[in-house]
């Protein structure tokens, strides 16, 4: 005759080991439906131009649609809150970049998550590098020239606004150079390049792959790239290194993450999909049109993402402290 007790705990192993293969088989079938990938800003910007072309990258390697959803609003920080509080189950992921994961924390007393506890980074995809473009008729074409002349008579310098990732970049630049800069908000990138053409400023830190076709045209002078080595689309423009700004680049990243509590498996079919995709020719010639750098193989991983996330906070950190940001 049976043992009450053997019963009971054969029972238990067989449902444990009916669960473990159930759970394995749903794991094996990810994804089985749509991905949702988050872009938390109108459509048309790098983070909607990254978003919809790594996307469709992954898509081929999942075997499932990636549909892009714009959800704007709050520097990115709506549809941040609505991934951080999504199901971890992998089916809604967020495109990333400074303002949500490295900057809203500084200049929002409640952005409504924490970008260090309630994201899983999958990987980084590529950075857009800040750039000083001046005024055509400012007579100042070096980083020294431009400080020297700043100490003569005060310079504008505008940013796409208060507490933006080239507003922190400009703090930054200005702390370590001593410039005499005076910061210019405006609503946004777009917004100050027909200023900086007309003379209404005299100068602005923007992305590059912004002020890239007005440089050519000679509307705009780069003045310097902060990038750890010149662009091939404008070689004639020195880094911020090279012209004396010790170890100073910055620029505007975007990566792919998930909530917080989704499986290791499911972030491992996720890195591989977005790595597959960032080998594709198609999505680096769409990178070297925008002027954006692809990540490195470290950083393209969930590991490397999270230890650049990381570092990025606390440069926002000092940043944040250096403009003297309050939080609103």
Do not use: C, W
């Not at 293969?21 to 990938?37: D, K």
């Not at 520097?75 to 089916?91: F, L, R, S």
């Not at 590098?129 to 505008?158: D, F, M, Y």
Request: net charge positive; glycine share 10%.
């Amino acid at each position: 005759m049976k043992s009450p007790l053997r019963h009971i705990a054969l029972k238990a192993l067989g449902s444990a080991l009916l669960l473990t293969l159930l759970s394995g088989s749903a794991l094996a079938a990810y994804p089985e439906r749509a991905i949702h990938l988050i872009v938390p800003f109108a459509p048309g910007g790098n983070a909607d131009i990254v978003g919809r072309l790594v996307g469709q990258g992954m898509s081929q390697s999942l075997g499932q649609p990636v549909v892009v959803d714009n959800k704007a609003g709050a520097g990115g920080g709506v549809g941040a809150v609505q991934v951080a509080h999504a199901a971890p189950d992998g089916y809604t992921l967020l495109s990333g970049s400074n303002g949500p994961l490295t900057v809203n924390p500084f200049i929002q007393l409640n952005p409504g998550y924490d970008p260090l506890k309630d994201f899983a980074p999958i990987g980084l995809t590529s950075n857009v590098p800040h750039a000083i473009i001046v005024t055509p008729g400012l007579a100042a074409k070096t980083v020294n020239e431009l400080i020297a002349l700043s100490k003569r008579g005060q310079i504008t310098i505008a940013t796409s606004g208060i507490g933006s990732a080239t507003h922190l970049t400009l703090a930054l630049f200005t702390a370590k150079t001593g410039a005499n800069l005076l910061h210019v908000p405006y609503k946004g990138g777009g917004d100050l390049l027909p200023n900086v053409m007309g003379g209404q400023v005299q100068g602005a830190m923007t992305e590059f792959s912004a002020a890239l076709p007005l440089h050519k045209a000679g509307k705009v002078r780069f003045i310097a790239i902060a990038s750890a080595k010149r662009s091939e689309l404008a070689s004639e423009v020195p880094t911020m290194i090279e012209s004396g700004v010790k170890d100073f680049t910055a620029g505007s990243y975007i990566g792919v993450l998930a909530p917080t509590g989704v499986s290791v498996d499911i972030v491992s079919k996720l890195q591989a999909a977005l790595i597959a995709a960032l080998r594709l020719p198609v999505t680096l010639e769409r990178f070297k049109e925008i002027g954006a750098e692809l990540a490195s193989p470290e950083q393209q991983t969930a590991a490397g993402f999270s230890a650049f996330i990381k570092q990025d906070y606390e440069n926002s950190r000092e940043a944040a402290r250096i403009a003297d940001l309050k939080k609103e």
